[in-house]
């Protein structure tokens, strides 16, 4: 008995942390004890208003700018540089881990250049990318795609390659074709680790996408803090930052019950690399 239960114990410390499966009622607790802590020190003025407005401050704030439509204008603006940003980065290095997952040869040939990149963070591209392409889209889109490719790229290759053997043994004794060993088997089996890549790129996009918007952006939730940091306005600062946060948290939950969909013997996490 004893055994059994320092067995599902070590099972429990092993379990990986999933933000998307804890309960409600768990999660809102530590928000709220911040939010009240908030509240009772901007009543007793433990700290000035200028640096922290109260809630009941930031509220009216977030109220006005969701009347006025600039908050809904700057999500979908920032939204709307995420999906193409991310969607461009999907579609270069799903293929590309891939075909390194199914050729180990080939990534001797490029996996210096590929670590030497991946150390090298966006943002600090950002100059060099504001001369090529300007102050437009162009630069921002490329920062997206920088910051979310290899999140994508490692894990899909890390899936690939871990594919087990035996599984593709039989394939080959049934008489499947490369093709067919890859979609029927490779695929599924690497489909975890994608999902994991996947959800951290996302979550890196958002990341490097309002570091760009800081520096360069007439639009979009980093503008809307640039701004407001220029107008010493703190309440709009913190309404787009707490908005940053609702939209991240949504999103990443949406990719965590979609994950549960696709592979429910994982529980939508697969174990892939960072």
Known sequence: MEKTQQSASAEAERR?????????????????A????????????????????????????????????????????????VFWGFALSCLTALPLGVLLGLRPRLGRFVNGTLEF???VPPLALLPLLLLWFGIGEA????????AAFFPVLLNTVDGIRRCDENLI???????LSERERLRRIRLPWALPSILTGLRLGLGYSWRALIGAELIAASSGLGYLIHDAQGLSRSDI?????????????????????????????????GHGRH
């Open 16 to 32: 990986p942390f999933v933000p998307g499966s804890s309960g409600l009622l768990e999660g809102l607790l530590f928000p709220l």
């Open 34 to 81: 911040i939010l009240g802590f908030w509240w009772i020190g901007s009543s007793l003025e433990l700290w000035n208003a200028f640096l922290l407005p109260s809630p009941a401050s930031v509220g009216k704030t977030a109220v006005t700018l969701v009347r006025n439509g600039d908050l809904l204008r700057h999500i979908g603006t920032s939204s709307l540089r």
């Open 117 to 119: 990149l991946r150390h």
């Open 139 to 146: 630069s921002k889109t490329a920062i997206i795609v920088l």
């Open 169 to 175: 043994e039989v394939g080959i004794s049934l008489g």
């Open 237 to 269: 600062i913190v309404v787009a930052i707490v908005t940053m946060g609702f939209l991240g948290a949504l999103v990443d939950d949406l990719f965590f019950r979609l994950a549960q969909h696709l592979v429910p013997w994982k529980g939508g996490d």
